[in-house]
């Protein structure tokens, strides 16, 4: 992103502004029409301010909606429900905008957006990238991309990460006797018995994915779903996937336990960024949440 921000600085002087500034200001008032539109799960308002083909980039995946009836089509608002729903969230608002490059008849804008939930906790922060276009004297949104997780319904299946706040030693003490603790079912002792206890003021940093992604089965018949899996899984010091467990699972009409197989299966081929206590990598416990789209 910084080195995007510095040739868009050096771009910006050599590009004329005098039109671009008016077209500045509509295309921010385009992404304002956006977000209230997505708050509302209005996705006729959302087609209406967008141009077509349509393209987003996010969530592991590259959609393109040809025309707007494709992107109000229920397999559209579905995906995208089911994902908000598996996610908890309520809300969008803007963090920061800044027009990068303009003309008469396009905009490009770095933005930086935060989704929430109904009690106004934080899923996420995200950056993103707009490109507003002007089309028979109209401003919209032709693509955006996003690192945001998404819901277009295609490629591999959305994957958000849950951390968990739990270290090595909390998790290696409850393994046994704490159905609540993370990764309860594992057996801990031989991955952390070569670790001295972890202080009480230890700074922790959680683990994170470095590397996979998830593919859909194929399926010769169509499932509806309600729900996300929630997987569990066991990270040891060096990054590598010990085990994997699904600790909770979406209803699926009709049944799909193919799924289900390619999940664990895939996610136990992924690499992590381990946790680490006091800056040394310790093992742990993530949580992968998947969302089907």
């Given at each position: 992103?910084?080195?995007?921000m510095s ?5 910006l ?7 671009g500034?008016?077209?500045?200001a509509?295309?921010?008032r385009v992404?304002d029409?956006?977000?209230v539109?997505f708050n ?25 909606w040809?025309t707007?009836?494709?992107?109000t ?11 908000l729903e ?13 027009v990068?490059?303009s003309?008469a ?6 933005a ?9 906790s ?8 707009w490109?507003?276009t002007?089309?028979?004297g109209r401003?919209?949104?032709?693509a955006?991309s ?12 959305v ?6 706040k739990t270290?090595d030693s ?20 031989a ?28 399926s ?16 040891d010091?060096?990054g ?25 299966k ?9 946790g680490k206590?006091?800056g040394?990598p310790r093992?742990?416990?993530?949580t ?6």
């Amino acid at each position: 992103m910084r080195s995007l921000m510095s040739v868009a600085a050096f771009l910006l002087p050599l590009l004329g502004t005098a039109a671009g500034q008016t077209g500045d200001a509509e295309a921010l008032r385009v992404l304002d029409d956006f977000v209230v539109a997505f708050n509302n799960q209005d996705f006729v308002a959302m087609a209406a301010v967008c141009h077509y083909p349509h393209v987003r980039i996010g969530g592991g995946s590259v959609s393109v909606w040809e025309t707007a009836e494709e992107f109000t089509a229920p397999e559209t608002r579905g995906g995208l429900g089911r994902f908000l729903e598996a996610t908890g969230w309520h809300r969008s608002a803007w963090d920061s905008r800044e027009v990068l490059q303009s003309s008469a008849d396009k905009v490009h804008i770095v933005a930086r957006f935060t989704r929430y939930r109904e009690d106004d906790s934080v899923i996420g922060t995200y950056d993103s990238l707009w490109i507003v276009t002007k089309r028979d004297g109209r401003w919209g949104v032709s693509a955006r991309s996003s690192f945001a997780p998404g819901a277009d319904g295609e490629g591999d299946a959305v994957v958000r990460i849950r951390r968990s706040k739990t270290d090595d030693s909390a998790a290696a003490e409850g393994a046994g006797d704490a159905p609540e603790t993370p990764c309860a079912w594992f057996e801990w002792q031989a991955l952390v018995e070569r670790f001295p206890p972890s202080p009480e003021d230890a700074e922790i940093t959680k683990a994170r994915r470095k590397r996979g992604s998830i593919k859909r089965p194929h399926s010769k018949v169509t499932h509806n779903f309600r729900g996300a899996w929630i997987v569990e899984v066991v990270v040891d010091e060096k990054g590598k996937v010990r085990d994997a467990r699904i600790k909770t699972a979406p209803e699926i009409e009709p049944p799909w336990p193919a799924y289900e197989d390619a999940i664990i299966k895939s996610i136990r081929r992924w690499t992590f960024e381990p946790g680490k206590i006091n800056g040394q990598p310790r093992p742990g416990c993530a949580t992968v949440t998947v969302v089907d789209e």
